[in-house]
């Protein structure tokens, strides 16, 4: 009740216009009151609109509008409420809602719970938990934050309460199951496991608060790293813009002084047969006014008259001073165009040269340059991954065994089912798993193997050259015997010195396009290494290429 009435006084303090608790509070004449900016906010846009001043709750009307003055007592009672810390509080501030731990000992609505007991498995308000600090008996039992799991607490097949841990299973378990189910397990009290796991939490958060520490570092150095190509890209950007800016300039002047040669020379060219075009029009027309004359002279019959005019009509004058005209085809700018095609097609192939220099200078950036290679077989074995080999890849002549992890080479065909993905004429398998990313495994062999990878889409049936291990380039391969070691690749083969032992490690790369082989004795030995570009996943395998009994398994290394 006490609640309900002090949610009713802050409910009359509160203004109905902004709803919140009265701030300079002032009353109209009406009786109602209002903060003083909101009423005053409401009828100053009254005003505006109806030259009306009334009041938000009655709609009683003023006329002339009231002078606003502050009311000193209910300041007072606003700031008396806020003193005692009100303002903040809801209704329901402290019954349980949806999520919350909700007070088991409480009827009616439930107040939220404060502490939950582990021996009583009953959550209390603070109210209903005050028995727990004042009755001795109570004052043993062992009090949590107030959690919804207390129900994990109790044993479901007894329905005591767990406080025993089986080490040998690694659960909790009442006293009733340490003398059932796991009578004989390795027991110990939850108090005692639960101690020694801090002691194990606290070096495990320790490391895991090393590695914290060694990931922002490696953060800070990724995002630097990122600013850096960030801005050497734009810059690069830049700088090739600025370039090809210039050779395209370049090119655009020389078009540009090629234009203007060819319209100079044409003008010229036209200017000159012009002059000539004028002259042969010239002499055209003193040539027909001779032919004209020399015709009426033909018809006289005055023989002195024909005798006196015949001389100066019949020389033919200025005809050397002009230039022959060829009759051979014009001689074009067609030569032009042939040259300027031919500096495009240079341009062109240069280009294309320079291009494959520029496009891999491109795609070397690497903001993450492959990590180095791991160095001691501790280091190796971080890396290590579970394979197992592929029924459906094994030749008829192999048999699988040791969960499919080792595969021997029989005298006769082995039961298996038709299947696409089987090697049908060379004693070979591949294993069930692609691998990616970085990756270490190792194997036991005996008499003569094959330790191979190889892409997924090598040919199953065929030549040698197409389905062999190492006989492609879809696989390398590391030939081991008794007396040496012979790499194989796209059929070049590499010999190998190196110890005998009858255990390989192969530790890949993919990204960085490394694949090592190592003797593992007491010591690593790297036999050889491979650098290149694997363009898809990698499957390990094996080929026992020579007689029965050769044999080779992929060791467990968890």
Same mark, same amino acid.
């Not at 008259?305 to 085809?329: A, K, T």
């Not at 065909?413 to 990616?436: A, I, M, N």
């Given at each position: 009740m006490a609640q309900q009435g002090i949610q009713l006084d802050q409910e009359k303090l509160s203004c109905s216009i902004c709803l919140d608790l009265l701030k300079d509070p002032v009353t109209i004449p009406c009786g109602h009151s209002y903060c003083m900016s909101c009423i005053k906010d409401c009828w100053d846009e009254e005003n505006e609109k109806k030259k009306t001043h009334s009041c938000p709750q009655c709609r009683q009307s003023f006329t002339p509008r009231p002078v606003l003055v502050k009311s000193t007592m209910l300041a007072e009672l606003v700031d008396e409420l806020k003193k005692v810390g009100l303002q903040a509080a809801s209704p329901d501030h402290s019954y349980a809602g949806p999520g919350d731990v909700a007070c088991d000992y409480c009827s009616g609505m439930k107040l939220k719970a404060l502490k939950s007991c582990l021996v009583c498995l009953t959550s209390y308000c603070e109210q209903h938990l005050q028995p727990h600090y004042a009755v001795a008996a109570l004052k043993k039992h062992k009090l949590v934050e107030a959690t919804l799991k207390l129900h994990e607490n109790i044993c479901s097949r007894h329905d005591e309460v767990m406080k025993i841990f089986c080490r040998t299973d690694q659960q909790c378990i009442c006293y009733l199951c340490s003398m059932d189910d796991h009578i004989g397990h390795d027991t110990v009290s939850a108090a005692a496991e639960r101690a020694e796991r801090q002691t194990e939490l606290g070096v495990s958060q320790q490391k895991i608060q090393e590695r914290i520490q060694d990931r922002e570092k490696d953060l800070k150095v990724l995002q630097q790293k990122m600013e850096a190509i960030n801005l050497s890209a734009d810059e690069a950007v830049r700088d090739s813009e600025k370039i090809f800016t210039e050779l395209i300039r370049l090119i655009e002047k020389r078009s540009s002084e090629v234009k203007q040669q060819i319209r100079s020379q044409q003008k010229t060219e036209v200017s000159r047969a012009k002059e000539l075009e004028e002259k042969l029009h010239q002499e055209l027309t003193e040539l027909r006014r001779k032919d004209t004359e020399l015709e009426k002279l033909s018809r006289t019959e005055d023989h002195?008259?024909?005798?006196?005019? +015949?001389?100066?009509?019949?020389?033919?004058?200025?005809?050397?001073? =002009?230039?022959?005209? /060829?009759?051979?085809? =014009?001689?074009?700018?067609? /030569?032009?165009?042939?040259?300027?095609?031919?500096?495009?097609?240079?341009?062109?192939?240069?280009?294309?040269?320079?291009?494959?220099?520029?496009?891999?200078?491109?795609?070397?950036?690497?903001? =993450?340059?492959?990590?180095?290679?791991?160095?001691?077989?501790?280091?190796?074995?971080?890396?290590?991954?579970?394979?197992?080999?592929?029924?459906?890849?094994?030749?008829?002549?192999?048999?699988?065994?040791?969960?499919?992890?080792?595969?021997?080479?029989?005298?006769?065909?082995?039961? +298996?089912?038709?299947?696409?993905?089987?090697?049908?004429?060379?004693?070979?398998?591949?294993?069930?798993?692609?691998?990616?990313?970085?990756?270490?495994?190792?194997?036991?062999?005996?008499?003569r193997v094959n330790i191979a990878v190889a892409y997924k889409d090598i040919s199953r049936t065929g030549a040698l050259n197409e389905c062999g291990f190492g006989h492609n380039d879809k696989s390398w391969s590391l030939e081991c015997n008794s007396y040496s070691y012979t790499f194989r690749h796209n059929n070049i083969v590499i010999s190998i010195s190196g110890p005998q032992t009858s255990r390989i490690g192969v530790y890949l790369d993919h990204r960085a396009g490394t694949l090592s082989f190592y003797n593992i004795s007491e010591t690593m030995t790297l036999l050889h290494r491979v650098q290149t570009t694997f363009t898809q996943p990698l499957y390990p395998g094996f080929w026992l290429p020579q007689s029965a009994g050769d044999s080779a398994e992929l060791c467990n290394l968890k």
């Open positions: 002195l008259h024909f005798l006196n005019n +015949y001389p100066s009509l019949s020389r033919l004058s200025g005809s050397e001073d =002009l230039p022959s005209i /060829d009759v051979h085809p =014009l001689c074009s700018f067609k /030569d032009v165009t042939a040259a300027v095609l031919e500096a495009r097609d240079k341009v062109q192939a240069v280009l294309s040269e320079e291009w494959a220099k520029i496009s891999l200078a491109v795609t070397e950036v690497d903001v =993450l340059p492959p990590q180095a290679e791991p160095r001691t077989r501790a280091d190796f074995l971080k890396y290590s991954c579970q394979i197992t080999l592929d029924p459906n890849t094994a030749n008829t002549r192999l048999s699988l065994c040791e969960r499919n992890r080792k595969a021997t080479l029989m005298a006769g065909d082995q039961l +298996y089912l038709d299947h696409p993905d089987r090697f049908l004429k060379w004693w070979q398998v591949l294993s069930r798993e692609g691998l990616t990313g970085r990756c270490y495994w190792e194997v036991k062999w005996s008499r």
